[in-house]
């Protein structure tokens, strides 16, 4: 019963360093999401996957790669950190993709704190 | 562009008091609408959803919201709140159709003091 999951939880980075942030899902879900969590904004979509072999900007894209390993794996990628990525990040996933799934909610991991120093 | 608007960033409440929190999108079409809350250190949990139907919607724990479309509102509303209510409150939209990309609003903030 993990539903989405997430690693690391916490990271610290310099400025410069690479990461990738894991996210795992175990619903067979084919939609996958990557939002980062600022205090005072909200949640913003970074990245999203709307199925196997495809992914797509979402609204803050730059400074972020994304792959789409596999239906379940979704990363998201930090070439060269910097310290307005300093954030929460989240993970997301739902079931199906198109307009017949847009009333379903979104199943969110819990979250990676990441500080770019 | 849609957007999401929650007017209230900070709430502080007394257990027992009313709640009503106030949120308003943007966006012509028709929408689907959600509250999350994100209890203190945990990821976001769907408290309620607005598709179609009854504008009169209730979730989990006691909490209710009525989306009026003319003033393209969904507030969420809580008759007598508990300490253990103490967390962050996110409305969201998405519009039907299209990749349900969820858009945010900034967030509310309640403590509910004892």
């Known amino acids: 019963n993990a539903g989405v999951t997430q690693t690391p939880k916490f990271q610290v980075l310099k400025t410069g360093q690479s990461m990738t942030l894991q996210c795992a899902q175990d619903m067979n879900h084919n939609s996958m999401y990557w939002y980062r969590q600022d205090p005072g904004m909200g949640l913003r979509l970074i990245y999203y996957?709307?199925?196997?072999?495809?992914?797509d900007k979402g609204e803050v894209p730059n400074g972020y790669n994304v792959s789409r390993l596999n239906k379940r794996e979704f990363s998201l990628r930090l070439e060269s950190a910097a310290p307005s990525q300093t954030s929460v990040y989240f993970c997301?996933?739902?079931?199906?993709?198109?307009?017949?799934?847009?009333?379903?909610?979104?199943?969110f991991g819990d979250g990676t704190r990441l500080s770019i120093l | 562009a849609q957007s999401v608007s929650q007017h209230n960033h900070h709430v502080i409440l007394s257990e027992a008091a009313s709640l009503e929190l106030g949120c308003n999108y943007s966006y012509g079409g028709t929408v689907n609408l959600f509250w999350y809350v994100q209890y203190p250190g945990q990821h976001l949990q769907l408290l309620l959803k607005y598709f179609s139907g009854d504008p009169l919607v209730k979730g989990i724990k006691g909490f209710e919201a009525e989306f009026i479309k003319s003033k393209f509102s969904f507030n969420l509303r809580k008759p007598s709140v508990q300490w253990s209510d103490t967390a962050e409150y996110f409305c969201a939209v998405t519009a039907s159709g299209g990749y349900n990309k969820l858009i945010f609003g900034a967030g509310t903030r309640l403590a509910v003091h004892p």
């Open positions: 996957s709307a199925s196997e072999g495809t992914t």
């Open positions: 997301a996933s739902l079931p199906g993709t198109g307009g017949s799934y847009s009333n379903q909610p979104q199943h």
